[in-house]
């Protein structure tokens, strides 16, 4: 029986402590990167962590090349945001007596003069930590590092006929709704193959080294991971009884923090409270898409502050989920879209209601695809290339209150025939 359901049958503490003695680990791509975005506390935690394990680390090519192809702009991203917190800083004492001029009871000018000083003095702490944190574009000990771990232990490079095999695959299996992929199964391009693409690597590899498998990701979709109301119980069963099945081997996933947190345990060592709120904080900003990058616009009075991509995405996710995944999932991509709006200081709290009443209603109808080819229209008729473009979300207002009005008022005609 045990063979026969693998997957929902839950490991016993002998199964986990052997797993950990004798698996081999795998990363996804967000993984790798956030070696980038945490601390050094947090990031020597977790290199410290791959070291003990070399001889035992493997990528499938899909990881690997996804890494490559983001890694320039996440370095760079890191470094960029200097001069974006520079800026806001210079600003500040100027973009206070802009929005306030005198009052009879609050002394302004006191509060400008402070201002400006505490800019300075966080000028002078931000030069301090940009000197400390080395530009690692032509001497990165961290790549360095992967490179040394992973050297001969990465899945060569697929030919066309495999992966045309693997595209067929994961569309039958997106058909059936078998994991893992089928969330991203909308994407219009390659991307929807990712995950499909990168278990068929696992699964390829377990097999040929007849190794448990650790898989290392931050991917919290319902495609990977088992939730029953709001705890998450571990990988789904199917994964583990397909891995099981084909590969003869036990599988089991982990968050990067729980994955440093379980490492550094069987090493013998505990990962310090601190280093686990660190790793615990970039999955969850990264999860929640709202984490203030390098495509942020810091200066005062300015009233974008997000790149177009970032709110465009946001809207559509919301739109596709009211389409095809109901209320309840959309009204969490309406939050996220509030959040991201709450970001800008300039956007007031009216404007913030208004638009999240728009985006609100348009969820509501049924003719959310004409409103994308609206905003594609109007994206297409920009004079500045989308990829520098900003997105001005007061400017977004009228548009999505123009479409309403023009929704209603054409069933408002149609009522009347």
């Not at 059936?176 to 391009?189: H, L, N, R, V, Y």
């Not at 009233?303 to 919301?318: F, L």
């Not at 905003?375 to 009228?398: G, M």
């Amino acid at each position: 029986m045990k063979s026969l359901f693998r997957g929902h049958i839950r490991f016993t503490e002998a199964e986990f402590k052997d797993l950990w003695q004798t698996a081999h680990f795998s990363f996804d791509t967000n993984v790798l990167l956030n070696a980038y975005r945490l601390n050094k506390a947090a990031a020597d935690a977790f290199l410290g962590v791959l070291k003990n394990l070399k001889g035992r680390v493997w990528l499938t090519y899909q990881v690997a090349d996804e890494f490559f192809r983001h890694y320039d702009k996440e370095v760079q991203a890191q470094f960029a945001t200097y001069q974006h917190v520079g800026e806001y800083l210079d600003g500040l004492a100027t973009g206070f007596a802009g929005k306030f001029s005198r009052h009879p009871h609050i002394p302004m000018e006191q509060f400008k003069t402070r201002l400006s000083t505490l800019a300075t003095e966080l000028k002078v702490e931000l030069e301090k930590v940009k000197k400390e944190h080395k530009d690692p574009t032509y001497n990165d000990p961290t790549l360095q590092l992967f490179i040394d771990l992973f050297d001969g232990n990465v899945r060569a490079k697929p030919t066309e006929d495999e992966l045309n095999k693997w595209r067929e695959d994961a569309d039958a299996r997106y058909a059936k709704e078998i994991p893992p992929g089928f969330a991203d199964a909308k994407k219009k391009d390659d991307r929807k193959y990712g995950d499909a693409i990168l278990w068929f690597q696992l699964l390829e590899y377990a097999t040929k080294e007849k190794k448990p498998l650790i898989f290392v990701t931050d991917d919290s979709k319902d495609d990977w991971l088992l939730r029953v109301g709001q705890k998450t119980l571990g990988p789904l069963p199917a994964l583990i009884q397909e891995m099981f099945e084909q590969s003869g081997v036990l599988f089991y996933t982990y968050p990067m923090s729980r994955f440093v947190e379980e490492a550094t345990k069987v090493s013998g060592k505990t990962a310090t409270e601190a280093v686990i709120k660190e790793i615990e904080t970039v999955e969850q900003e990264r999860t929640s898409a709202l984490t203030p990058s390098a495509e942020m616009d810091f200066r005062p009075g300015s009233r974008p502050s997000r790149h177009k991509d970032r709110a465009h995405d946001e809207i559509w996710a919301g739109l596709r989920s009211r389409a095809v995944f109901g209320a309840q999932r959309a009204d969490g991509v309406l939050k996220r879209v509030d959040n991201l709006i709450r970001c800008v200081p300039p956007l007031s709290q009216p404007e913030r209601k208004l638009l999240i009443a728009e985006i609100s209603q348009l969820l509501n109808g049924p003719m959310w695809a004409s409103l994308r080819s609206t905003i594609a229209r109007i994206e297409e008729s920009s004079p500045a290339p989308l990829s520098k473009d900003w997105l001005r979300a007061s400017q977004l207002v009228p548009t999505l209150r123009d479409y309403v009005r023009r929704r209603n008022e054409r069933s408002h005609e149609l009522s009347q025939l």
